[in-house]
């Protein structure tokens, strides 16, 4: 006659472990998910300063056409293909790129405070995009 099969009971032990090893999993699982439909954000900050008036400054960054003239990304691709839209300076005002390097995208002057701040939203394609602000504070006579 055979004997009857034991049925192996947890103890306590395996049964904390057994628990311990599911919550980790399950918290685990939890940061990923939160972390995979939260949009990365990044923050940066820098100063420098210009010699010119706040005023001088201000209408660089206030217009496009200008900005560009000094901006670094159009020194590393001369064939960049720049389009203007929307008021010629100043809120509202649109600029979009295409280039070989640089990728396309746009961006739009979005809030400004002559002579002291201007603000960018930016869309660098691919779902990346920026807001970048600009304020501008007198160091002396001639020196932003």
Do not use: C
Not at 4 to 22: C, F, M, Q, S, Y
Not at 60 to 68: A, S
């Amino acid at each position: 006659m055979a004997k009857p099969e034991k049925k192996h009971e947890d103890t306590g032990a395996v049964a904390w472990v057994r628990n311990a090893i599911l919550v980790a999993f399950l918290a685990v699982a939890a940061v990923v998910g939160f972390a995979y439909v939260l949009e990365p954000t990044a923050s940066g900050e820098g100063k420098q300063v210009i010699k010119g008036t706040p005023e001088e400054i201000f209408a660089e960054f206030n217009d496009f056409r200008r900005y560009n003239i000094w901006s670094p990304w159009v020194a590393k691709d001369p064939s960049m293909r720049i389009e203007y839209a929307g008021p010629e300076r100043g809120l509202d005002a649109r600029m979009s790129w295409s280039s070989s390097i640089h990728g396309s995208g746009s961006q739009i002057i979005e809030k400004t405070e002559a002579p002291r701040l201007i603000q960018y939203r930016i869309d660098m394609g691919g779902g990346r995009k920026a807001t970048s602000r600009v304020e501008l504070t007198a160091q002396g006579p001639e020196e932003t």
